[in-house]
Each structure stands twice: as structure tokens, then as C-alpha cells.
């Protein structure tokens, strides 16, 4: 059982705009920053988004990340079907004093 | 360029201690704000943090495998090492060391290496 809870599966159609969310408390999304990962099969995770709604150099301003409180979310727009992947979200986790993950996300591109 | 690379037995027995290290290039680990994680996979399954070392030694571990954990450094060899104790065949996943800045977090990640425990 992950400390963050994310939808297992998560679909849309090339063009649709989707969301995946991510939930958690007050020790970890609720006083820190929020990172998502996407994992395209047989390979590494790679960084989508730091600090919340940060892009890396390099990741489409097609995906983008905000956080309300103990929740967060990954948007992607103009869905393509090389966004068919695994999404991850991360946090650090005050009592734990350890960095959490979510249980991961299956994005089916229709 | 920042590039990280696993080595260590792809198979162990149950009960063995794991030995894993983790080579790098393009940073250096005695810069602040930079550290070198562990993080695994298990097959068709999620990602689980294990462990984090900081440029100034200090360490987190997962605090469910905390007691069988081992992060250590060494700058002049720009390498980290994880050690696990007591293997089980629910460790078998493909272990990632990781990049870490204080800045963006996780970002420059390793290939992995599979892990099998197994008799």
C-alpha cells in the first residue's frame, strides 16, 4: 500500500486533455514540494515535473502539475500516443522522513 | 553530462547480503545540495524509495527496510554503495541509484540492474 494513492488507470483519446491525481496528507503533498515521473515500458522514470508545477528543459509545456492542499495533479493536453506510459508522483514524507511514492498511474492512449 | 551506472550480481540466495554500487560522472558528490539515491522496481510493480545519501554523509532510509540498509560513499571514487541484508524473494525487483538535487529532485536516474533472489 503507497503512502501516495493514485488511480490505477487513467485513458484517453489522441487530442483529449487528462488528469491523474495523486493523494496524500498533511507530512508529505500537504508541506512539500510534488514530482511526477513518467516510465514508458522498459525504461527509466524520467522527471515530467518538479517542485509542483516545474518543467525540466526539454518536457512539453503539454504537461503540467499543480497541488491544492494534501492533493496534486498531473494535466496532460493534446494527448498523443507516445504518452502511453506509467505516471508516478513523489513527495517527501516529514514523519517518515522519506521520500514516497504513489502507486503508479497506466495511461492507455485510446 | 550527469550519467550513473549500476553494477553487482544479478543473482542472489535467500539470506545473502546484497552488495550494489553505483558509478558516476558529471557531478561530484561533496557539492551541497546533491546526493545519490536507490530506488526499485519490482517487476510489474511500483517504485520504492530505499535509501539517500547527501553530500555532507548524511542518510535516509526507507523506514521499512531501515534495519537491512546500507548507503556509503566515496567522493574520490565517485561511487555509492547499498548494501541489503537477509534477502528474500520479495526483493527481487531492478535496482536504480538516482541523482538528486535539492532542486529538482530525482532526475538524472541510473539504467537499473535486475535483481533476482532466488535458491
Known amino acids: 500500500q503507497s503512502v501516495l494513492t493514485q488511480p490505477p488507470s487513467a485513458s484517453g483519446t489522441p487530442g483529449q486533455r487528462v488528469t491523474i491525481s495523486c493523494s496524500g496528507s498533511?507530512?508529505?503533498?500537504?508541506?512539500?514540494?510534488v514530482y511526477w515521473y513518467q516510465q514508458l515500458p522498459g525504461t527509466a522514470p524520467k522527471l515530467l515535473i518538479y517542485r509542483n508545477n516545474q518543467r525540466p528543459s526539454g518536457v512539453p509545456d503539454r504537461f503540467s502539475g499543480s497541488k491544492s492542499g494534501t492533493s496534486a495533479s498531473l494535466a496532460i493536453s493534446g494527448l498523443r500516443s507516445e504518452d502511453e506510459a506509467d505516471y508516478y508522483c513523489?513527495?517527501?514524507?516529514?514523519?517518515?522522513?522519506?521520500?514516497?511514492f504513489g502507486g503508479g498511474t497506466k495511461l492507455t492512449v485510446l | 553530462q550527469i550519467t550513473l551506472k549500476e553494477s553487482g550480481p544479478t543473482l542472489v540466495k535467500p539470506t545473502q547480503t546484497l552488495t550494489l554500487t553505483c558509478t558516476f560522472s558529471?557531478?561530484?558528490?561533496?557539492?551541497?545540495?546533491?546526493?545519490v539515491g536507490w530506488i526499485r522496481q519490482p517487476p510489474g510493480k511500483a517504485l520504492e524509495w530505499l535509501a539517500l545519501i547527501y553530500w555532507d554523509d548524511d542518510k535516509r532510509y526507507s523506514p521499512s527496510l531501515k534495519s537491512r540498509l546500507t548507503i556509503t560513499k566515496d567522493t574520490s571514487k565517485n561511487q555509492v554503495v547499498l548494501t541489503m541484508t537477509n534477502m528474500d524473494p520479495v526483493d527481487t525487483a531492478t535496482y536504480s541509484c538516482?541523482?538528486?538535487?535539492?532542486?529538482?529532485?530525482?532526475?538524472?536516474w541510473g539504467q537499473g540492474t535486475l535483481v533476482t533472489v532466488s535458491s
Open positions: 558529471g557531478f561530484s558528490l561533496s557539492t551541497s545540495g546533491v546526493g
Open positions: 498533511s507530512s508529505n503533498i500537504g508541506s512539500n514540494y
Open positions: 513523489a513527495s517527501w514524507d516529514d514523519s517518515l522522513s522519506a521520500w514516497v
Open positions: 538516482v541523482h538528486w538535487a535539492n532542486t529538482y529532485g530525482y532526475y538524472y
